[in-house]
């Protein structure tokens, strides 16, 4: 449980500058500590830990973009990043040239045509889970509703069977818990040792079934694509994808298309009733919800930290980050940069946005924004319809604590009488 902020800053933000990414008081306001990094420590170094972090825009960017110095194939959570490569199929852990080949292949799932196509699908969605909610007084925004959005439109996208967004909530949760006081170094021995995305769990373990279904009777989703497509290997020559790349794409896609928007969509309802003259305006014109989206996800990003292996060294504001480093690299710390946003900690939903990072960018940019983006604009569209006003129970919302992502698992939703 938790209130809106912090009601005391931890000893790390109070005095002595230190950044644990694994603490829970930080984790619940991090934005002090990284203010401080930002204008202290532009380059972090926790010897503790074994990490550097970037901080400030202009530098996060740049680290976002230059993936020949901060690769992703050694790990992307800094607990798990080791000297040597991670080996899990999946592209998110992947460099070019394998992840271009690979994310090419999978982009044909996510072209501006298809993702516009599933707007009226996400309409009915969002209507079959606010309409019976309508006049029964409080509930609870993610279980309710925005935790089921997600994960019912990406689970049909990629060729799962309906009815299973619960279940599937609830698996990644669980996985992706991390609890505090453990060792990250111990977490992420377990999860490289149990690297292989064949061993399934939760609704995965139906996978192998899908496949072989699809392969024998292909439908309109990506499992099929998927089974039957060619790939353009480093040789020139093609060849099908194993079982193993298939898997990695469909947990990746599956987890990463559904976390980012539930969690999009609980800051959404939490700020939205914590600014009620932003919520007014978003009333008085519904145009501004599409601009609301960018500016919670500015506000508040999903995934707020990306871990990247250093491959060479580099000279970063007078220091030198030897070869085989750990780099955290702030993206929900720049997006509150003064030196690139007016005003930062302030939310605007009229707020002019030229790039928020909270969605990464460059090579490893979310494959699936723009679905993301269309999610979080209907959700809202459909709630400001039914409740134009509501109050959160701030003394009971709860977080997700993980090493990837920063949102809630309940925020408890009282519409205005």
Same mark, same amino acid.
């Given at each position: 449980m938790l209130s809106r902020e912090t009601d005391e800053m931890t000893t790390a933000q109070a005095g002595e500058l230190y950044y644990d990414p694994y603490d829970y008081g930080i984790d619940a306001d991090p934005y002090p500590v990284w203010k401080r990094l930002r204008d202290e420590a532009p380059l972090y170094h926790n010897e503790k830990l074994g990490f550097y972090a970037l901080s400030r825009y202009d530098d996060v960017l740049a680290g976002l973009l230059d993936h020949e110095t901060f690769v992703s194939s050694h790990g992307i959570t800094l607990e798990m990043i080791s000297d040597e490569p991670a080996g899990i199929p999946m592209m998110i852990m992947m460099d070019p040239p394998e992840h271009t080949r690979l994310r090419k292949l999978v982009s044909r799932a996510f072209t501006p045509r298809r993702i516009q196509a599933l707007e009226t699908r996400i309409t009915e969605i969002c209507s079959e889970l606010l309409d019976p909610l309508v006049g029964a007084g409080q509930f609870d925004y993610i279980v309710d509703y925005a935790g089921l959005i997600p994960p019912t439109v990406i689970l049909a996208l990629v060729g799962f069977p309906p009815g299973l967004a619960s279940e599937f909530r609830a698996t990644v949760d669980s996985s992706m818990h991390f609890e505090e006081g453990r060792d990250p170094t111990a977490i992420g021995a377990e999860r490289r040792e149990n690297r292989s995305v064949t061993d399934l769990s939760g609704i995965f373990t139906m996978l192998p079934d899908l496949m072989r279904q699809r392969r024998q009777d292909p439908k309109e &989703?990506?499992?099929?694509?998927?089974? !039957?497509?060619?790939? /353009? &290997?480093? @040789?020139?020559? #093609?060849?099908?994808? *194993? /079982?193993?790349?298939?898997?990695? +794409?469909? =947990?990746l896609l599956s987890t990463a298309? #559904?976390?980012?928007?539930? =969690?999009?969509?609980? +800051?959404?309802?939490?700020?939205?009733?914590? !600014?009620? @003259? %932003? $919520?007014?305006?978003?009333?008085? &014109?519904?145009?501004l919800i599409a601009n609301a989206v960018e500016e919670t996800l500015r506000y508040e990003a999903p995934s707020?930290? %990306?871990? $990247?292996?250093?491959? $060479? &060294?580099?000279?970063?504001?007078? *220091?030198v980050v030897p070869r085989g480093s750990k780099m955290a690299l702030l993206n929900a710390s720049a997006d509150r940069d003064e030196r690139h946003f007016p005003d930062p900690d302030r939310y605007q939903v009229r707020r002019e946005i030229d790039r928020h990072l909270a969605f990464g960018y460059g090579t490893h940019f979310c494959i699936g924004g723009a679905l993301a983006r269309l999610e979080g604009r209907v959700a809202l569209t459909e709630t400001l319809k039914r409740f134009p006003r509501w109050e959160i129970d701030e003394a009971a919302v709860q977080r997700i604590h993980t090493t990837t992502v920063r949102g809630y698992t309940n925020v408890p939703f009282t519409p205005a009488v």
């Open positions: &989703d990506l499992i099929s694509a998927l089974v !039957h497509a060619e790939l /353009d &290997d480093v @040789d020139g020559a #093609s060849r099908t994808l *194993t /079982d193993q790349e298939i898997m990695g +794409f469909v =947990r298309g #559904s976390e980012t928007v539930v =969690r999009l969509l609980g +800051f959404a309802g939490v700020e939205l009733a914590r !600014h009620p @003259d %932003q $919520r007014e305006l978003l009333l008085a &014109d519904p145009g707020p930290i %990306q871990g $990247r292996w250093v491959a $060479r &060294d580099v000279e970063l504001h007078g *220091t």
